[in-house]
């Protein structure tokens, strides 16, 4: 993995992240194939201390939400049968959850308000995040699992509705948590923010906040 603090990693990563979020504002798939990348999808940042850590992760969740993205496009056509489709599907799951899970604590919410407390109510939690690479990563990841909840597999039948309901709460619970981080986010400070309003604008239909907090 190229560690951006590296000017060759630097330049490739903000490559990368431009064209995901270019991919994402206009919904397109990525180009580059991120299997093409030279990563090794299954290895994560341990949690030592290390010069590039944070931007490590950073560059992690870039490289899953791109393989998550393209579930939408290349994957769903070139992966054939329904349970290499669901296999695939879960694999990208377990990465998103492990990449959340074992953040190292400098990434991790300092503080988190519940809706409707504090000293300014809001219809979303107030989540405070230590630095911007905190903020733009956690962003991130709440999209990937926007976009995983969208496009899970479902088996027919009753248990196919029940799945499909459950990947629609949790939808919402993620759309509202990047509510809640650009909500109280001092302007300009993660313009990545507004590239993710159109993947918010179905799970939080009807309700529709988002020209109002992302304006």
């Not at 010069?51 to 950073?58: A, G, K």
């Not at 962003?139 to 029940?162: C, K």
């Not at 590239?195 to 907090?213: A, E, Q, R, Y």
Request: glycine share 6%; hydrophobic share 40%; proline share 8%.
């Amino acid at each position: 993995l190229l560690c951006s603090y590296v000017p060759s990693g630097a330049c490739f990563w903000a490559n990368r992240g431009l064209e995901l979020f270019s991919c994402l504002t206009f919904n397109l798939p990525v180009s580059w194939d991120p299997d093409d990348w030279g990563m090794d999808g299954m290895s994560l940042p341990h949690q030592d201390a290390t010069l590039c850590q944070e931007s490590t992760w950073t560059c992690r969740v870039i490289y899953i939400l791109t393989k998550v993205h393209n579930l939408l496009y290349v994957e769903q056509t070139r992966v054939k049968g329904e349970k290499a489709r669901s296999d695939l599907w879960m694999t990208l799951m377990r990465w998103t959850l492990e990449w959340e899970s074992l953040l190292p604590d400098t990434m991790s919410p300092i503080s988190w308000i519940l809706p409707g407390r504090g000293e300014t109510p809001s219809n979303f939690p107030l989540i405070y995040l230590p630095n911007t690479t905190s903020k733009l990563a956690r962003i991130l990841f709440h999209v990937t699992m926007i976009i995983l909840a969208r496009t899970r597999p479902l088996p027919d039948g009753h248990a196919g509705h029940q799945i499909g309901h459950a990947m629609k709460a949790l939808a919402v619970t993620h759309a509202q948590m990047i509510c809640g981080i650009a909500k109280h986010v001092q302007e300009g400070q993660v313009p990545e923010v507004k590239m993710s309003k159109n993947v918010l604008t179905c799970p939080l239909d009807p309700l529709h906040p988002l020209p109002f907090i992302l304006s």
